[in-house]
């Protein structure tokens, strides 16, 4: 989801809330400690060399329980980050710690946005030799044929 997107939908809500992949929310009293830029330069293993850019929100789950972060607040902050920082109209992504930090992508359920778990892949899978898959077809579904092979006709 792109950054005008959220604040398309911050402009519409009452409460903001993060649903987390598991299906619990981010408890209601967290921080958006961060609204930043992140840049990412790279080379992928076919030796191509790529450049991301995302916005990211980093959420803290602080221990004052009290606070709320209204929806106004949010969008202070992000026209703020984008003034002063120079973000742009990218891609988002959510950091929240669990286990480790963990980085997600962003939607919306039309109530709440959803993090959605992220995923690695291969950028260059014609150059690395990651094989095709394999199509999986039942033996039982394939056409019978009689058989061509018979005694004398040379084909066995």
Known sequence: MKLSEIKKQ???LENVAFILPNGTYVPEHFHVTEVGLITKNFIDCGGKVRK????????????????RLKPKRLLDIIELSEKVVGIEDYEVEVEFQAETIGKYDIGFNGTAFTLLNKQTACLAED???IPAEKQKVKLSEIPTQSSC???GGGCC
Do not use: I, K, M, R
């Open 52 to 67: 991301e850019t995302v916005v990211n929100f980093q959420l803290w789950d602080a221990n004052d329980f009290d606070h």
């Open 127 to 129: 150059q690395c030799g």
């Open 10 to 12: 911050l402009s519409a």
């Open 149 to 151: 092979c018979t005694p």
